[in-house]
């Protein structure tokens, strides 16, 4: 070889190999994976955000996420109270499927009583791929110390364990969350920041928007996945002052209070979405915003309108919840989706975004949303949506503009068209038996792979039995 032949050959290859690593180093920034924040919230009614109609309570933080962003008009949890619907969230699945399909009673001595350890959540999913994964707020998935979230693939935790939790510190009186022996006790422990309590200072709902500020300045230098979940406004009504001075015009005080809470949250979204900004994060930041279930209109004031029914129901207002998504470098801004969508895409849309890796005996039963929202499929991204309440063998099918309702324990069918009739008022199950035979089909389908549930839930506590007792005869008209 003459050396100008060698010269040209040694450069020629010299480019292969810068162009190759230039190719290899844009393909990684190319598929480098989003961050992940889930906002959820706890017990927010389907009309109290801005975004779907409120205008008792400005939410201008929460609504820029659906400005800027898409929100989801049909979007629904897996469940119409807390637990389970966060079971289905994290992992992705039917929590139907594996028997948590009750909200599970505080009971830090019970390895039984809360998620499955055969069950993956997306905090495990996503570490094995190098996010870093935090969690702030309210878990609800088990206190036994095998649900910790440490040892559910969380790497930071900064919250409670309970289902629900007291807002003032001085209300915050219980140091060891072990010792907690009833709900109610739960609710008064101190802040767990991963497994040491903390003495907290602020109104709770302002710590946890601190506590999540902090995380994502801690770790934006790499991948993370931030649950951020509030256990605002689920009861207790408990506001300060400086939020409840913002609706003096509500008369209503537990509306009021109920408000202020909402408001606490959306000042701590703010703070959170500006966080971002400084850091410039927004581009490569998947947000999700949503409720775990809908509102207990009764209990905490809030608003499900026009849907009907509340919290724990099959009706609309028991699961289908304020839902919106921003993610700047692939969402359409201010765009709208109507198509029926899952709590559950979570997970299925950022395990296709990064590479993780799904068990195939435990399939997903979300969706990757970024297809659909993006325009680029068109169908539906549900054949259907599905709710099973064990207990009270309660169903709802939602295909399409169809729902199929079994509304109790025995009960007739029925059938609504959502569409025309979104408050569900008008049974059309004579005049259209076969969308309702098919319908049924699908409910016998899915029902069919289901377990019944593996551990007994807060319904079972004699407390809440007596409760129910004093409820009834008010209900049904009976004397005592
Ligand atoms: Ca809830």
């Not at 601190?210 to 996945?225: G, I, L, M, P, T």
């Not at 003096?248 to 009021?256: D, G, L, M, Q, S």
């Not at 890796?357 to 539906?380: A, F, M, S, W």
């Not at 792979?449 to 008209?477: A, V, W, Y």
């Amino acid at each position: 070889m003459r050396p100008l032949q060698f010269l040209i050959l040694t450069l020629s290859f010299t480019n292969l190999l810068l162009a190759t690593s230039v190719n290899v180093v844009a393909q990684n920034q190319a598929v480098k994976p989003p961050n992940l924040i889930v906002i959820m919230t706890d017990d927010l009614g389907y009309a109290d955000v801005g975004f779907n109609g409120c205008v008792d309570i400005p939410t201008p933080h929460i609504d820029s996420i659906a400005n800027s962003g898409v929100k989801f008009t049909n979007a629904y949890v897996s469940y119409s109270v807390c637990g389970p619907s966060r079971a289905g969230f994290i992992t992705g699945r039917y929590s139907q499927r594996f028997g948590f399909e009750r909200n599970p009673q505080y009971l830090p001595s019970d390895p039984n009583m809360g998620l499955p350890l055969s069950e993956t959540t997306l905090a495990e999913a996503l570490g094995k791929t190098g996010y870093r994964c935090g969690v702030v707020g309210k878990w609800h998935l088990g206190a036994h110390q095998n649900h910790h979230p440490l040892n559910r693939g969380f790497h930071e935790f900064y919250g409670h364990l309970g289902g629900g939790h007291r807002y003032l510190p001085e209300d915050l009186t219980l140091e060891d969350s072990a010792a907690a022996s009833s709900e109610n006790e739960s609710y008064r422990t101190l802040i767990l920041n991963d497994r040491t309590p903390v003495k907290t200072s602020k109104y709770l709902t302002d710590e946890f928007s601190d506590a999540a500020v902090r995380f994502v300045e801690k770790n934006k230098e790499q991948s993370f996945f931030l649950f951020l979940s509030y256990n605002a406004p689920h009861l207790p009504l408990q506001a300060t002052p400086k939020y409840l001075e913002r609706f003096n015009e509500i008369k209503n005080p537990k509306r009021k209070t109920y408000a202020a809470m909402v408001s606490a949250v959306d000042d701590g979204v703010g703070q959170l979405l500006e966080t971002l900004k400084e850091n410039n994060l927004e581009q490569d930041t998947l947000l999700f915003f949503l409720s775990d279930n809908g509102g207990p209109t009764t209990k905490n004031a809030s608003r499900n309108n026009p849907l009907r029914g509340n919290k724990g129901d099959v009706w609309e207002g028991g699961f289908r919840v304020p839902f919106a998504a921003r993610w700047p470098a692939k969402f359409p801004k201010g765009s709208v989706y109507d198509l029926p969508v899952s709590s559950l895409d979570i997970f299925a849309t950022i395990a296709a975004l990064s590479s993780v890796k799904l068990d195939e005996q435990r399939p997903l039963d979300g969706v990757n949303l970024v297809p659909y929202v993006r325009g680029e499929i068109q169908t539906p991204p549900h054949n259907a949506i599905y709710l099973r309440k064990f207990d009270q063998q309660r169903y709802a099918i939602r295909r399409g503009d169809y729902k199929h309702v079994v509304p109790v324990k025995g009960g007739k069918s029925q059938l609504y068209n959502l569409k025309n009739d979104i408050g569900e008022t008008k049974n059309l199950a004579l005049q259209e038996p076969d969308t309702l035979a098919e319908l049924e089909a699908l409910r016998k389908t899915w029902s069919a792979e289901l377990i019944d549930p593996i551990f007994l839930g807060l319904i079972h506590l004699p407390s809440f039995q007596k409760k129910q007792t004093r409820k009834t005869p008010e209900k049904t008209g009976q004397k005592k």
